[in-house]
């Protein structure tokens, strides 16, 4: 395979780390500057140059997009994409991960444990947004702070107030989250690649920090994640739409809370304190799915006109509790069920001796006004059900 890694730092750990792990299993590997790009937008025909010379054949990019250059970094992913070329993250998902307000939206739809979080405008809405999530003391952070430096610890309402008033002064947004003390100072990061842990640790923050990013002089040492810390970190990749992805929890009194997820994970310091080899694992990855590209599904499904994906829980619907699916009114009018979420676990692609229960949340395709159709049927509209025209990642 030809692989082409985009990053700014030819030399860093990372970078060199994923091309000697793709040189050892036999790859073509080449380090690009992320923005040596030109990018090519024409009626059929998306094209790129590098450096103003055509591109080289490439068939797999790993991209490292570094948070001062995402508005850029996220267009050549996105231009790669749409040139038919797999990418290890997709440009949505990079987008999306990047932004902390964003992806604390995404999660909190899911089984997945996130700190209270706030985001407010308004100079008089602090305070009371303040109490709604506990009191004092609180975390203020920048939405694309990188590496702790734009993340606050206010002991009172009135600094926390003053502080985002002064940050909104400057034109920056802030959110307000719940600062989780029992966590004292530490956090656990958990490598994802495709849909699993491969390498976790423990970050302790230097004394008297509460951040424990290893840029602000936090230690690290190696963690036996638990179960339900390897189940969150996994679902949040997944949510998110990132395959490799440095997932940052909490260890708090009510089990693991996602802080961020990283689509560029540094490799040092896990693959240091683990010994694992994670730039190998990574490469694997994309050798088993570098045959099938991003959809993108919203695009695809807009084309398909009047079709599209629906979302509702099975509630009060006496057609479809209980029946198998292969008997449900559903068939007969062309309305797939890609998958069934229940307690929490996904059945994908379930079969039609599958049988339906009350609380089941079933993913259709279909005609939309059949589905619409189907859905005005019920009884009662439960607070949970939506149309979801859209891709789960955005
Ligand atoms: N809500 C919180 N409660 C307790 N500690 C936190 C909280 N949010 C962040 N921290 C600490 O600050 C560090 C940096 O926060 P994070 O959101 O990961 O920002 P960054 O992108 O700058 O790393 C975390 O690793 C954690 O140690
Ligand atoms: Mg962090």
Redesign the pocket.
Known sequence: MKIAILSRQPRCYSTSRLKKAAAERGHKVRILDTLRFSMQVEHGNPDMYYGNKPLPSIDAVIPRIGSSITFFGVAVVKQFEEMGVYTANESLAIRSSRD?LRAMQILSRYDVGI?ATIFVRDKDDIMPSIERIGGPPV?I?LLE???????I?AETSKVAEAIIQALHSAKQNVLI?????E?K???VRALVVGDRVVAAMR?R?APGE????VH?G?STEVFDLPDDYQHTAVRAAQITGLRIAGV?M?ESNDGP?V??V?SSPGLEGIETATGIDVAGEIIADIENNVLFPDVDLKQRLRLAGGFGLVEFVVHKMPDLEKKALRDAPLQEKDIHVMSITRENAVIPNPKGDEIIRKGDLLLCYGELHELRNFAKNRKRKPKKSKLINRQPTD
Do not use: M
């Not at 989250?177 to 003390?181: E, I, L, S």
């Not at 509460?210 to 990013?213: D, P, Q």
């Open positions: 902390k700190p975390i952070k702070g990188t590496q702790g430096v734009g993340v610890l989250q719940k600062f989780v003390k966590s100072g530490t956090d970050r923050g509460f951040r424990s990013n602000r936090g940052d909490l809370q802080l961020e990283n």
